[in-house]
């Protein structure tokens, strides 16, 4: 099984930069995608960040210019560089991996607030 341990999150203010990692272990035969959803209070899990195994980057329109998502082979971890940070970015974030089933991160709480 494949397991996906994420970083702590954190309370941060308005304008304010948070980087989230994700590391992953165990039988992984093949990597479609790596990313991020987020899920704020009362909302639906919304997808905010991938990352192919070619490299290949894509965000919503909501985190473009904000968010840089990037990984580090060597260390089987996927990072979310969070800048410009707004409250509507407030949610638990989960990191995500694809293969041939999604495989989900536990779960970090991301709060923007004054």
């Known amino acids: 099984q494949v397991q996906l341990v994420e970083s702590r999150g954190g309370l941060v203010q308005p304008g304010g930069s948070l980087r989230l990692s994700c590391a992953a272990s165990g039988s992984i035969f093949s990597i479609i995608a790596m990313g991020w959803y987020r899920q704020a209070p009362g909302k639906e899990r919304e997808w905010v960040a991938s990352?192919?195994?070619?490299?290949?980057?894509n965000y919503p329109d909501s985190v473009k210019g904000r968010f840089t998502i990037s990984r580090d082979n060597a260390k089987n971890t996927v990072y979310l560089q969070m800048n410009s940070l707004k409250p509507e970015d407030t949610a638990v974030y989960y990191c995500?991996?694809?293969?041939?089933?999604?495989?989900w991160g536990q779960g970090t709480q991301v709060t923007v607030s004054s």
């Open positions: 990352i192919t195994s070619s490299g290949s980057t």
């Open positions: 995500y991996l694809g293969s041939g089933r999604m495989y």
